[in-house]
């Protein structure tokens, strides 16, 4: 029984403080005075009765009702019945009025407005009955409105004395003695919500999906804001909104209205469910973390900020389905023919509980088998519940479901816990749902109707409750009449007697004294537990796992323990990759449960390694929550499996299993604490009954059987009938049963937290195990104690002073356990004192016993480890430093990782790190088992080391190396290594020393390039102090320094026999190719370098011949050295000497090319003007433009404005400046004149004398065939500005020009490009034949940054979590693209200034970077020659040596440039070459290999040829012309090139098999970023066998192994290969079919006992012999051409590829969709043929007869060039124009594709064309791949053909 009303209170517009802003309302009157004590009155009251402010208003509006809910400090809710109505306000009229009146003759017919001021009627209660407040409040105020004749206060007093029942089902019937009478219907159980038709407005309102978002945002406790212009609707959906909530209970803020004046409550940080008039709507902007719903309008807006977890599938669909066909029935049967005519909603009553009851339906699904997973603590006095979150999880199907983790993680579930908790209690709808309910609902899932009936059901059962007996219409209330409120009282409402009412509750509260007190009866029961949660999913967990796993580890169990060591070890592997799985480890668990006997299992050595490592296994690569299941059931385990070490010692698994971070996680030692408290309480009390029973048997069976929540129900039932010493007693035996379970914890957490080895001060941070080796006899394990200390101290709020020592940690968290669990479970102080007092002393005592243990391990053999391999070395390299043992980790390359790729994880792997005087090596096996027998080889040279760091330590599985480093390579490699607990600190500094000392070396002949061969010791050893000159500081007589160096050289060399000569140079004598005497090479070297060259010194000439500038220079038609000493006027250009003793130009090449006309004499003077005296030379000639291209360094500051000064000028008098300049200008008039169509001097030299041929360039852009796109770029009027960047081109989508436009007819003969800052605010001079070209151009520092960047983006240290940090974002970010796109577009500007006959001078910098990067491409681009093997490296010798390419510098080689850093000039530059050979792939002799070949050795130091700066520091050094000197070993090479040359002999891989060049190509590629490709020399890697750029490492291993497997058996064995993505070299695994071919060609020869043909000489006769015999058969070519073009293999366009044949055109179509050649021919294949074209022939089909047109024509071969009489068939209907040897020829020649024919025109008279033929007779058909020279009888003949052809054009 309850009050009906706690409090009347009269609330009105306080007057007294109108002034003040918004109006204020006051406490008229309150009844009683006195407060209740057990419930005091709620403060601010006032506010609530009008939530919009208390304001004046001008017209007397409706009552109005509204039911506000407070709450107070208990969290106990008072409803607050508000009734307000309007009063006129009398008073204070005439002053208001005053300041309106504005003449005081009118005053008096003016009236006053009248205002009306609010009061309300206020009923305060702690019950929610809103529609009886409704009536009694409207009853008082008809009362007084009306003028009735009963005493307010008489009813007032009656209200507030009215008593009524809280539950029960009865119904009360009151009267407030005023005629009227009401009937109050509680509910039968007041413990369900009682809503009416809230919830059912609810849904309406809103809709199903808004509903179930703001259901499922409440559940997780997010803000929850409701917008409505009613208040009433405000409460009613917040109360509809607590009530879909149920069986939990909202616990953070609530207030369905909220006051106007509180609206900074908004603002709150917790969470909250609050109600607002929607006139505030605009304060709600700056919300960002509120969800509002709009009641009104029918939205719910979410914030983007805001993440809102679901429902999981399948409930919110179901949830969804089921609340369909309660709100709209009619759905299931609208697209009925013939609908059911009774299917309609239900009432709004029955609706509401229809609504409610899905919510329910759905909570028991939720929570369904949640009691399994409650831990009774404490029985008596009080029951003390917990909940294991983690084992209710673990048995449910939905793991990681972000909804229901944080709906048990909330505090209305805490709540739910502690109120529906207890075994023994009133139970009620909920309880009974889940409990009996569910096996049920399991079977209607899929059946809608079920569901439905089901949820009618539950419904009903709502419904009863609300309504438990029939309505009776007994309610009798009087109304105020209509429009009353609108009638002017006569006075307001009256005060009240307050004597009068308190009598009457005085009298009321007499009355209630005397009788009796009402006794509730409480309907306690025992709570059923219903079905258990792993019943229902156990069967799921089953069939995911095959039987044939949990197999797998019981036989590897039962093999350890009855010690078949070898079969276990067998089965171990497989054994833990079962472990992975969930049954496989609870399998693991039970198996070691049935061999512990009396909680002790002693092992062997052997035994105990493998258990330990099992358990580990099982604790690793899980989620925390099977974490904490496994290590639950491994807990008791680890504290019995132990073996004997000694006498009295013995070691115990949990010292090796310490590196979980599970141990460290308190949740799991409450969880495990709670759980064996209960465990333990259960069967002390079933002791109990034991000895109270008589009988056996089956009750036995029953008390065994019953849960601990029965055997506390039980109890609790129990309770009331014990006596007190009784229930005393069980409060004692339960205390101290609680006490021993925490001494026993206080124990079993010092086993876990104290590390073996006690001695260690550094405590290291806990981490899981990645591998099992360690786990086993190292004994040297790492304690989680710092990350416990360091938790604590964080959580504590201070910082421990020794958090240095062990013992104090471990300790400091155990008392932090204790604290907290025995505190929960009751524990007296006396028992926590004794608690923290012994503590200390047990971790003592167990440091004392792990001292013991630790020491007996010591005396143990280690546990083998895996064996360090070894690697494979080349010849003449040592070892530095022995191998360390290391894990290298993986980075954020996630191909080792598997990841997205697929394949096993290669990364980590374990073994061992070495130095040697070339490379730094990693050698090693995988952790990860299923890849356990690879080797993984991961090294880089010591060269191109850049940067080392330490790393900090990251969470692994396994015991924690005590020092990380990361070691980067220019190679884009990154070895991320952890060294083992045996590499100690000293050992790991000592390798990082010997790192930097071989890496820069003082001296550059200090590196392994000349080292080679020596001993480690005298590679340390100083070298003599006349051997190490400074290159810094060269003295003016280094022409005599390289004199004696030679002359050392020869010393040495005449020990040794002759070298083979080096193969650049054109042989003289074919006998004599191999040798050259000692005596010569002496004579050649020491000639060189003298003071005066002469003539007659055939020798000398001879060597000045062989240097690669000469050869090149002769090539090129730009004289040759004799031709220099003995002036041919008519030549334009010589060669000078005036270099030769480095005078001039120390990083230039000593023979140079110069115009004819200038003197050597006035070079000195022009060098002057350029940086590092690097003056302008000719380095290339266009053999059909005749211009030239030049090269030097950028002019000094005070030499460009002479530059730009014109000759004419009139100046003051002479000076050396004037001199200079002058000179110059003559200079490079001179170039200009030397051109023969610029040779007239007369005036402006103009283009006229070009040819309208030589005006059209013939080149093609970039693809795999030669296109019809025209050539030319678009090239205005102003070069300059264009290059400058001032103006951009107009190119296609992929880069190439828009249109062909050519030259200006007037144009400069000379185009000196040169830096745009250099040349800022020069003018150019109009009287001038040449112009400079100011362009921008990126510096060394932007290419070394750009350069770091790039390896950070292609080689991450980790793997990218950020969107920012992206692959692509990173190399955006690099603008190493962007760089390759500028190269490339200069350089093709300047092919084409050059194709187009003017001449360029490349003037950037200091000449020997960018400048030497852009001239290297142009030539590259326009000459042929440069594109084969010979020529790119005729390119690289004089372009970047010998013209002094800064490569020590730049490599950062040596100790004096180790400060200027790493800048890969070089490697741009053969970046940019790779671009040019993926979009040119038949205009490379050389393979993509031979470009990465040089990228990795260019840096490696292997070979001496990218060693020093220039030729000066190689003469001096003596290494100039040692490529000829003798070698001491046969496999040691000097030179790259000499490597390369010997390489090539023996195997295809620096050949391109698509090699087939165009005659007088001009390449022109794409230059856009869109068209680059990320070289993928920067991404790949090969863990399988190192980077494959030493041959000897890579594929002379392979051969020696294959040899062993053939030698091993003769047994069929099968080809089949796996595959690994950055594992294997697909290029070795998956070869491409002609290096298959060759490669089992040489095998069968070898097998036949005959002498291994060289491929070379192989390839080149199956051309010629397929290409015989092709000719004789008259077959066709592109089945026999197959085989010598099938490595297209990387290229993924499908293209048609044009192939060159003696004097047959063919086309072949070749599929290049596939990454890789899959044609496997075997070796037999080719024996017992003679060739393949016989292959395909059977395949072939005869042409059908479509004749058009037919007759003879000549036609000019591609290859030969040779005219062939054929017989030409234009066939309409196919589109085709085919020819054939004669007319009765059936086998077709050839074909051309009229599709790709662009033009017929008529030609011109060719060499070798047939006599006597009319010019006209010619005529040329240009496709997209080639232009097709024809000869017709005559010009009439002609004419018709290309009318017909023109024809057939057209049709098409």
Request: net charge neutral.
């Amino acid at each position: 029984m309850a009050r009906l009303a706690d409090y009347f209170v009269l609330v009105g517009f306080d007057h007294d403080k109108r002034g003040s802003g918004d109006g204020q309302g006051r406490i008229i009157q309150r009844f009683p005075e006195k407060e209740w004590e057990d419930n005091p009155f709620p403060e601010g009251i006032q506010l609530f009765c009008q939530p919009g402010g208390w304001q004046l208003v001008l017209e007397r509006k409706s009552p109005n009702f509204l039911v506000a809910v407070l709450t107070d400090i208990n969290s106990e809710r008072h409803y607050c019945a508000c009734f307000t109505f309007w009063e006129a306000v009398e008073s204070l009229q005439p002053q208001q009025n005053h300041a309106n009146v504005t003449d005081e003759e009118d005053s008096k017919f003016i009236q006053a407005p009248q205002l009306f001021a609010p009061k309300s009627l206020v009923l305060v209660s702690q019950l929610d009955h809103t529609e009886v407040f409704r009536n009694c409040l409207g009853l008082i105020y008809t009362i007084y409105i009306d003028c009735l004749d009963f005493p307010l206060e008489t009813v007032i007093g009656n209200l507030l004395t009215c008593i009524v029942p809280i539950t029960g089902g009865s119904q009360r019937t009151i009267s407030l003695g005023a005629g009227d009478r009401q009937v109050i219907q509680t509910p039968i159980n007041d413990a369900l919500p009682v809503t009416g038709c809230s919830v059912a407005l609810f849904l309406k309102q809103l809709g199903i999906n808004n509903v179930l978002d703001l259901f499922c945002a409440a559940l997780t406790e997010h803000k929850i804001l409701f917008l409505s212009s009613s208040y009433q609707r405000l409460t009613e959906a917040c109360r509809a909104l607590l009530s879909l909530m149920f069986p939990l209970k909202y616990s953070f803020t609530y207030i369905p209205i909220l006051p106007a004046q509180l609206i900074e409550v908004l603002c709150s940080p917790t969470p909250f469910i609050i109600g607002i008039h929607s006139s505030f709507r605009a304060d709600m902007q700056d919300l960002l973390d509120v969800i509002v719903a709009d009641l009104d309008g029918g939205t719910v807006v979410i914030p983007e900020c805001i993440h809102i977890s679901v429902l999981p599938e399948p409930y919110l669909i179901q949830t969804q389905t089921a609340l369909c066909m309660v709100l709209d029935p009619e759905l299931e049967y609208a697209d009925y023919a013939f609908p059911p005519s009774s299917m309609s909603a239900s009432s709004m009553k029955f609706q509401d509980k229809e609504i409610r009851a899905v919510f329910l339906h759905l909570f028991a699904q939720l929570f369904q088998g949640y009691r399994w997973s409650l831990q009774i603590i404490r029985v008596h006095p009080e029951p003390v519940i917990r909940f294991h979150k983690v084992a209710f999880l673990a048995q449910r199907i939905l793991l990681d479901d972000d909804f229901l983790i944080k709906v048990l993680d909330g505090m209305a579930f805490a709540g739910f816990i502690s109120e529906r908790g207890s075994p023994y209690r009133a139970c009620d709808l909920f309880d009974e749902l889940v409990a009996n309910d569910i096996e049920r609902i399991r079977s209607e899932e899929g059946n809608p109707q079920k569901v439905l009936k089901h949820i009618k059901e539950i419904s009903e059962k709502l419904h009863r409750n609300e309504n438990p007996y029939p309505a009776v219409a007994m309610h009798k209330i009087q109304k105020p009449t209509e429009g009353s409120h609108l009638r002017l009282q006569r006075s307001t409402f009256p005060q009240l007697d307050e004597g009068m009412v308190q009598w009457f509750i005085d009298q009321a509260s007499a009355k209630l004294k005397n009788v009796p007190p009402a006794v509730k009866v409480e309907m306690k029961c025992i709570v059923p537990m219903g079905h258990p949660t792993a019943a229902i999913d156990r069967n799921g967990i089953v069939l995911a796992n095959s039987a044939r796993r949990l197999e797998v580890v019981r036989n590897c169990i039962t093999y350890i323990f009855e010690n078949k060591l070898l079969e276990a070890k067998k089965l171990l592997p497989a054994m833990l990759r079962a472990l992975k799985g969930r049954a496989a480890r609870q399998c693991l668990t039970q198996e070691l449960n049935l061999h512990v006997l009396q909680n002790r299992a002693v092992l062997d050595h052997q035994q105990f390694d493998y258990v330990v490592r099992m358990m580990n296994c099982a604790l690793q690569d899980c989620t925390p929550l099977d974490e904490h299941l496994v290590a639950a059931t491994l807990l008791p385990l680890v504290t019995a499996f132990c073996r004997k070490l000694g006498s009295g010692v013995t070691q115990f698994a949990y010292s090796c299993v310490q590196e979980h971070l599970v141990w460290t996680n308190l949740q799991f030692w409450e969880a495990m604490f709670y759980n064996d408290v209960q465990n333990h309480i259960r069967a002390l009390y079933l002791e109990m009954e034991c000895d109270h029973l008589t009988e056996t048997g089956s009750v036995n069976g029953e008390r065994e059987q019953k849960s601990a929540l029965g055997v506390a129900a039980e109890q609790l039932r129990l309770w009331p009938t014990y006596s007190k010493e009784k229930q005393q007693e069980l409060i004692d035996k339960e205390e101290s049963t609680v006490y021993s379970q925490a001494i026993h914890y206080g124990n079993r957490l010092t086993y876990l937290l104290l590390p073996l080895d006690t001695s260690k001060n550094r405590l290291l941070r806990s981490t899981a195990i990645g591998d099992m080796e360690s786990v086993s006899n190292s004994f040297v394990t790492n304690s989680i104690a710092g990350s416990v200390a360091e938790s604590y101290d964080t959580e504590s709020g201070f910082e421990d002073a020794e958090t240095s020592d062990v013992a104090n940690s471990v300790v400091r968290f155990i008392n932090r356990f204790v604290d907290k669990v025995c505190t929960e479970s009751g524990v007296s102080s006396d028992h926590l004192k004794a608690l923290h007092a012994n503590l200390p002393d047990i971790v003592q005592m167990h440091i004392e016993t792990l001292d013991a243990v630790h020491r007996e391990s010591k005396r143990l053999p280690p546990i083998q480890k895996p064996k360090l391999l070894r690697p494979s070395l080349l010849i003449g390299e040592d070892l530095v430093m022995e191998g360390l043992r290391v894990f290298l980790e993986p980075d954020g390359r996630e191909e080792s990782m598997g990841g997205s790729v697929g394949g096993p994880s290669i990364l980590p792997a374990e073994g061992a790190i070495f130095l040697t005087t070339y490379r730094i090596i990693f050698k090693g096996v995988p952790t990860e088992t299923l890849a356990g027998e690879q080797t993984v080889i991961r090294s880089f040279p010591v060269a191109s080391f850049t940067k080392d760091k330490k790393i900090s330590p990251h969470l692994r599985a396994e015991q924690e190396p005590q020092d990380r480093l990361q070691l980067r390579s220019s190679t884009f490699q990154l070895m991320k290594i952890a060294f083992d607990e045996e590499v100690g600190s000293e050992m790991v500094e000592l390798f990082r020393k010997h790192i930097h000392k071989l890496r820069y070396p003082q001296y550059v002949h200090s590196s392994f390039a000349f080292t080679v061969g020596q001993s480690v010791k005298q590679v340390m050893e100083p070298k003599q102090k006349e051997k190490n000159p400074s290159l810094r500081t060269m003295s003016k007589n280094i022409m005599k320094n390289a004199k004696k160096t030679i002359g050392r050289q020869y010393v040495t060399r005449k020990k040794f026999t002759p070298p083979t000569l080096d193969q650049r140079g054109i042989p003289a004598h074919g006998d004599n190719l191999d040798q050259i005497s000692v005596s010569d090479e002496m004579e050649q070297s020491a000639l060189t370098l003298s003071s005066t060259i002469r003539s007659s010194d055939k020798s000398t000439m001879s060597h000045m011949i062989e240097r690669a500038c000469c050869r090149d220079y002769q090539r090129l038609g730009l004289g040759t050295l004799s031709n220099s000493l003995t002036r041919s006027k008519n030549e334009p250009f010589r060669i000078t000497t005036v270099n030769r003793m480095y005078g001039v130009c120390r990083s230039y090449p000593s023979l140079l090319i110069i115009p004819q006309t200038i003197q050597d004499s006035t070079m000195q003077r022009i060098s002057r003007c350029y940086r590092q005296n690097r003056f302008p030379v000719v380095c290339w000639k266009n053999s059909r433009s005749k211009s030239v291209l030049l090269r030097s360094a950028g002019l000094h500051g005070k030499s460009v404005v002479g530059f730009f000064k014109s000759q004419n000028a009139p100046t003051a008098g002479p000076s050396q400046t004037d001199s200079t300049s002058l000179e110059q200008e003559k200079y490079l008039q001179a170039v200009i004149n030397s051109m023969p169509h610029y040779a007239d001097t007369g005036g402006r030299n103009t283009l006229s004398g070009f040819t309208s041929a030589h005006m059209h360039s013939s080149g093609k852009w970039g693809s795999i065939r030669g296109s019809g796109r025209l050539s030319a770029y678009s090239l205005n009027a102003d070069v300059g500005i264009r290059l400058a960047g001032k103006e951009t081109l107009s190119l296609q989508a992929n880069g190439g020009p828009s249109d062909s436009h050519y030259f200006r007819q007037q144009r400069v003969g000379l185009y000196i490009i040169g830096d745009k800052s250099q040349l800022k605010g020069a003018k150019q001079d109009p009287l001038q034949q040449w112009e400079v070209v100011p362009i921008e151009i990126f510096d060394v520092r932007q290419v070394k940054n750009s350069f770091k960047k790039l390896m950070k983006a292609c080689v991450p240290s980790s793997a990218c979590t950020e969107s920012n940090t992206s692959y692509y974002h990173s190399l955006e970010e690099s603008d190493w693209l962007s760089q390759l796109h500028k190269l490339l577009q200069v350089s093709v500007l300047v092919v084409e200034l050059l194709d187009n006959g003017s001449s360029v001078l490349i003037s950037l910098e200091d000449g020997w970077d960018v400048t030497t990067q852009v001239v290297s491409l142009v030539q590259l681009l326009s000459d042929q020659h440069y594109r084969t093997l010979e020529g790119f490296r005729l390119l690289i010798e004089k372009e970047w040596l010998s013209f002094g390419h800064r490569f020590s510098h730049r490599g950062a080689q040596t100790m004096a440039s180790q400060s200027s850093g790493f800048t890969p000039v070089f490697l741009q530059f053969l970046d940019c070459v790779h671009q040019i050979h993926l979009q040119f792939p038949m205009e490379f002799e050389f393979s993509q290999y031979y470009l990465k070949f040089l990228a990795y050795h260019y840096v490696s130091n292997r070979f001496r040829t990218f060693l020093l700066d220039s030729d000066h520091e190689r003469i001096e050094l003596g290494l100039m012309y040692e490529e000829k000197g003798e070698k001491k070993s046969q496999h040691i090479y000097k030179s790259v090139w000499d490597y390369i040359d010997r390489l090539s002999k023996k195997t295809p891989i620096f050949f391109n098999y698509l090699y087939a060049p165009e005659d007088g190509e001009v390449l022109r590629p794409y230059g856009n970023i869109s068209n680059l490709k990320v070289w993928d020399y920067y991404t790949h890697e090969t863990l399988s066998e190192g980077p494959p750029y030493d041959w000897e490492l890579v594929y002379g291993r392979r051969e020696q192994v294959d040899d062993g497997e053939r030698m091993d058996t003769m047994a069929p064995q099968t080809h089949r290969k796996i595959v690994w993505p950055c594992y294997d070299n697909q290029n070795k695994t998956e070869p491409d079919a002609i290096s298959k071919l060759l490669e089992e060609m040489q095998m069968l020869e070898c097998e036949l006992g005959q002498v291994p043909g060289k491929w070379k000489e192989t390839w080149d006769k199956i051309k010629t012999t397929q290409r015989t015999e092709s000719m004789q058969e008259g077959k066709h070519l592109s089945s026999s051409s197959l085989l010598i073009s099938s490595s297209l293999s990387h290229h993924r366009r499908s293209q048609c590829v044009y192939l060159h044949e003696a004097a047959v055109g063919s086309t072949l179509n070749l599929s290049l969709d596939t990454d890789s050649s899959t044609t496997s021919t075997p070796s037999s294949g080719i024996m017992g043929r003679k060739s393949t074209s016989t292959l395909y022939s059977q395949f072939q089909t005869s042409e059908s007869e479509h004749r058009s047109y037919e007759g003879i024509l000549y036609k000019r071969g591609a290859l030969l060039k040779a005219w062939k009489s054929r017989w030409f068939v234009l066939d309409k209907t196919k589109h085709q124009l085919r020819y054939y040897d004669s007319k009765s020829d059936v086998d077709m020649k050839g074909i051309v594709d009229l599709a790709e024919v662009e033009s017929v025109t008529l030609g011109t008279v060719a060499m070798g064309a047939p006599k006597n033929i009319e010019e006209k007779a010619f005529f040329d058909l240009k496709t997209t791949k080639r232009v097709y020279n024809f000869c017709a009888q005559d010009c009439q003949s002609a004419q018709q053909w290309i009318d017909k052809i023109q024809s057939c054009l057209s049709d098409a």
